[in-house]
């Protein structure tokens, strides 16, 4: 090796993309230590509790798992505990659709942010059965309704979906967390009337809904759900399955969808402290990727006011904020 061809990969191996120095990539201490800050504040919220089935949940569950490009996997506390995913299913079987509709899809949901709760119908009236984006509710009854018509058995294509993307391992549904949904779902019901009226939906509404709380009652682990994302932070491959699952420009354009609209009517608020794309859901769990360096899931079921992980939310802005990267 010549001297300049040392000095080169005496560069490399201290520098990373970015400008990120290669000690920051100590993901194991740094998630710890944010770990016992975040423990530290002692932080309450409210278990979701409109889903009655979801509020037996322990409050005090608390977990972190992120994986790197290589596959490494970083984790602490309750990470192998499974929970409810609800809404972060919205980013697959968004998935499922978008790479089979391709810009055919934006005619049907906006990808604006809502700026609304994730349930709240009032824009829909406004603008004339087109959803605000895919991730409130409104958005995911037409991408469900979607998935039901691309794809013969809609419910077993979202599970094996999504167990391929997490290395083939199987991701139950807790049926009674559906019932329980199913059996509340008064205001889903009323999203999907008034999307029927606008000739937004076109399947039997009871179906829809049985369809959709079907996907929003999938339990994984923090670890299952960030190799679920991985593939969101490498232009679309999954490592685990070998496969393309999008290209790289829809991948790029679900990412920007995180950004600007996974954190219901708190997206900007997370921009803003966190700096990641990624997605929320009201069992408490947050997933996020850093395209190009990893996917970090983080559960706690107790929720701040707009619906969204307390404990998560702190936990992503110190880690952030520690490594010294984010999307910008
Ligand atoms: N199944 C929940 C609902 O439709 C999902 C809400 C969420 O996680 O944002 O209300």
């Known amino acids: 090796m010549t001297e300049i061809q040392k000095s080169i ?70 990470s192998r505990v499974p929970f409810s995913i609800q809404s972060i299913s919205k980013v697959h079987t968004l998935v499922l659709v978008y790479r089979q509709l391709k810009s055919e899809l934006w005619d049907k949901v906006n990808v604006e942010p809502s700026g609304n709760p994730y349930n709240s119908f009032a824009q829909l009236e406004f603008e004339k059965g087109i959803p605000r984006n895919p991730f409130i509710n409104p958005g995911a009854l037409v991408i469900t309704d979607q998935i039901m018509s691309l794809y013969h058995d809609d419910k077993r294509t979202v599970l094996n979906f999504i167990s391929s993307l997490c290395g083939a391992e199987s991701v139950p549904v807790n049926k009674a967390v559906q019932q329980s949904e199913m059996d509340c779902s008064n205001l889903n019901r009323a999203v999907a009337y008034l999307l029927k009226s606008h000739g937004n939906l076109m399947h039997d509404i009871d179906d829809v809904i049985e369809a959709y709380t079907h996907h929003c009652a999938i339990e994984m682990d923090c670890t299952q759900l960030a190799k679920s994302f991985l593939y969101l932070a490498n232009d679309g491959r999954c490592i685990f399955s070998k496969k393309n699952i999008i290209p ?28 990641l794309a990624g997605k929320s859901g009201v069992g408490g769990g947050v997933v996020a990727v850093l395209p190009g360096h990893f996917s970090i899931t983080v559960f706690s079921p107790m929720l701040n006011e707009k619906g969204n992980s307390k404990k998560c939310m702190h936990f992503l802005e110190k880690f952030t904020t520690k490594m010294g990267i984010s999307l910008f």
Not at 64 to 73: H, K, W
Not at 249 to 275: H, K, P, S, W
Request: charge should be negative.
């Open 9 to 78: 990969s005496k560069l490399e191996a201290s520098v990373c993309p970015r400008g990120m120095k290669k000690e920051h990539f100590d993901y194991q201490h740094i998630i710890e230590d944010c770990y016992h800050a975040v423990q530290k504040m002692h932080l309450r919220g409210k278990v979701a509790s409109y889903i009655p089935e979801l509020a037996r949940v322990n409050p005090d569950l608390f977990g972190v798992s992120l994986i790197d490009m290589n596959g490494n996997t970083y984790e602490y506390g309750d």
């Open 248 to 275: 790289r420009n829809l991948t790029q354009r679900i990412n920007a969808l995180m950004l600007t609209c996974g954190f219901y009517d708190q997206a900007g608020e997370f921009a803003f402290r966190v700096g």
